[in-house]
């Protein structure tokens, strides 16, 4: 039993790192109906960028490596290069392609991808590196003591940033003029644009915010794996999450995460020595296929009516 | 002038269902056929034909197929690499386990076992669509490649899952060179692209694309959406599959099922978007281009930089540019390749007059 809420606590707060990086998903997708691709690039693209400063601006500016100051700065920079990139992203792909198909549009992504990866690459090399937060990874000493459960301190610490993110973007989308904005655009472009919302600067707006969570994202994941191109894989454990969860849903990017995170570390320790292991690859996909079955939407997508 | 039906006249139905209307068209047909049948495997060297145009070919046949299923019945799929490896893995299991299997009806067989594979994972279309069905077929593409991976029998208890195929024998005669090879494969991906144009022209076809135009209305007038749904699968994983056992057999010679990744997946898409979605014509032309940007790319950007520059900044400019070359096609040509050849003809047809 106890190993059993070990894995079960291990694979929900797993699921919460799975559920940062379906939240760029849904934030791109709900405002401006881009399945966006490269969000896996974009989480690679941020660690690696907000590693890299770390590492210069230190010889740059005179400071020590591993003061706050240091940490401050390069997230800032991180962050000021995502806007930058975001912004790009919509004034050289997205603009040209308005009203084009769907496919199109994910085909775009899925090329920016690529740009974004050779660009990330480019610019601070291919090696491997560290990046520390101070959070080490280890059991909690109290739980570990009096109920001999082992809960890693690095990953609760993400999931309490992946819950303050969240509480972050809620308040942007429910009490800020940007974030009714976004709502409305999200709900009907078109009624948007009627209105007079700036449809390109609302757009702008959405791919800085994936841009900052593709940071947070980033930087824990980068964090718990080292930064390194394999971050870019991590768009692939959030596109289970993103169908089980509904591709326009905030709260079923997180529900979906913990779900995925949970059953896939429960199969994978009780199923998967009868297939032979490795199941992790595709059981998620599998899952979220099932339940698509009974709800095509997803568990919080919006539900779709044919008219013909 | 020179390219206009002025003048000829349908004086039976057979003519008049004929593939091709227009009499410069079947000239056109023919050469290119003479062209690439008997001039370029005369005339090209080995390098090409090996590394260039026996891939273009077997790509074309995968693009194809999931060209009929993306482009005709409108059901988008990012699992084709993964029934390419089913079509590979099959065809080498048959001629393995089967005593005096031929190759052709191996073949045959290999695309059949894709097709039922395909049409196991093309059930969930008939409740879902749009990007939670294409995530949906990642499934398949990642559950196949490990079950390829994980159970030693498939790849005939290999310790690494790499397969050898065996030499491709018919009627006695081995097809070992790269002519030989690269003939019969030509001769393969014709008529089962004669056979593709055909059945998107037949009832088949037109089911197919009024279910892609909208599903519920096509339900409505009658067409029954799960046999139709369901074949574009099967129809499509035959493609791919046989694509997949040519690309073993004719192309690579040893295959590991990591060769039929995720990233294969998407070249093929890039090959039906940048070719033209719903066209044969089109799933040719993507496919030539993505086989050889690449290998122009690694010609070219070192031509442009001289060789001063290390193997990493080469590589990460040549991603740069072949994402930066998608969008930029996309942007231009948003219906691909195939569209301009079909803007072109309409010029054709009036020039030199303006009207």
């Given amino acids: 039993m106890q190993f059993f809420i070990e894995v079960l606590i291990g694979g929900l707060l797993s699921g919460v790192m799975y559920a940062l990086v379906a939240l760029g998903f849904v934030l791109i997708y709900k405002a401006s109906g881009v399945f966006n691709f490269a969000q896996g690039a974009m989480v690679f693209f941020a660690a690696l960028t907000f590693v890299g400063f770390q590492e210069v601006l230190p010889g740059w500016l005179g400071l020590e490596a591993d003061s706050s100051a240091v940490f401050w700065l390069a997230f800032l920079l991180a962050f000021i290069a995502m806007i930058v990139l975001g912004s790009l992203t919509e004034r050289i792909v997205l603009r040209p392609l308005v009203n084009q198909p769907h496919i199109t549009l994910f085909m775009a992504t899925i090329g920016l991808t690529y740009v974004i990866e050779g660009l990330a690459q480019m610019t601070w090399g291919a090696t491997v590196r560290g990046l520390d937060l101070g959070i080490v990874d280890e059991p909690i000493a109290w739980l570990m003591d009096n109920y001999e459960i082992g809960v890693s301190k690095f990953d609760l610490f993400a999931a309490g940033v992946a819950a303050s993110l969240v509480a972050l973007l809620a308040i942007l989308f429910q009490y800020t003029k940007v974030g009714r904005a976004l709502r409305a655009v999200a709900d009907d472009h078109q009624a948007a644009l009627s209105i007079g919302i700036p449809l390109q600067t609302i757009w702008r707006v959405v791919w800085a915010v994936a841009g900052f969570v593709a940071l947070v994202a980033g930087m824990i994941w980068g964090a718990r794996n080292g930064v390194q191109f394999a971050l870019t894989f991590t768009a692939l454990k959030a596109l289970p999450v993103l169908i089980l969860g509904g591709f326009t849903s905030v709260p079923g990017a997180i529900v979906g995460g913990l779900i995925i995170g949970a059953s896939e570390k429960l199969a994978e320790v009780y199923v998967g020595p009868f297939v032979g292991g490795g199941i992790e690859g595709w059981f998620p996909y599998m899952l979220a296929l099932a339940f698509l079955l009974v709800r095509p939407e997803g568990l919080f997508g919006e539900k779709h009516i044919d008219r013909v | ?355």
């Fill in chain 2, 1 to 355: 002038m020179l390219y206009r039906e002025a003048g000829q006249f349908k004086a039976s139905y057979a003519e008049d269902a004929r593939i091709f209307p227009i009499r410069q068209d079947r000239i056109g047909f023919w050469v290119l056929m003479l062209v690439f049948g008997v001039a370029v495997p005369l005339l090209a060297d080995q390098y090409w034909l090996k590394a260039i145009l026996i891939p273009v070919l077997i790509f074309s046949l995968a693009a194809l197929g999931l060209n009929i299923l993306t482009g005709y019945a409108g059901q988008l799929s990012l699992g084709s690499a993964a029934f390419m490896a089913v079509g590979a893995f099959a065809a080498y299991n048959f001629i393995l386990r089967i005593d005096g299997m031929p190759f052709l009806v191996a073949l045959v067989l290999s695309g059949a076992t894709a097709a039922l594979v395909g049409i196991l994972f093309g059930l969930p279309s008939l409740r879902i669509k749009g990007f939670y069905l294409a995530v949906a077929t990642l499934a398949a593409q990642f559950f196949i490649v490990w079950a390829l991976v994980k159970f030693p029998w498939f790849s005939n208890n290999s310790s690494s899952g790499v397969v050898t195929a065996q030499d491709v024998t018919i009627l006695g005669y081995t097809f070992a060179s790269p002519e030989a090879k690269y003939i019969l494969t030509f001769l393969i991906v014709v008529v089962m692209a004669l056979l593709a144009k055909n059945m998107v022209r037949s009832s088949t076809g037109r089911a197919w694309m009024a279910v892609r135009d909208m599903d519920v209305a096509a339900q409505v007038i009658g067409f029954r959406l799960m046999r139709t749904k369901l074949l574009a699968f099967a129809v499509s994983s035959f493609y791919c599959g046989v694509a997949g056992a040519l690309y073993a057999y004719t192309y690579i010679g040893t295959v590991e099922p990591e060769a039929f990744n995720l990233d294969l997946s998407f070249k093929i898409l890039f090959m039906i978007i940048i070719g033209g979605v719903g066209s044969i014509m089109g799933s040719f032309l993507g496919a030539a281009f993505i086989v050889l940007l690449p290998i122009f790319l690694d010609n070219f950007v070192p031509m442009i930089f001289g060789q001063s520059l290390g193997a990493g900044f080469v590589s990460n400019f040549q991603l740069i540019v072949f994402g930066g070359l998608i969008i930029f096609f996309l942007i231009v040509e948003p219906h691909g390749l195939a569209r301009l050849w079909q803007i072109a003809k309409e010029k054709l047809r009036l020039w030199p007059f303006p009207h």
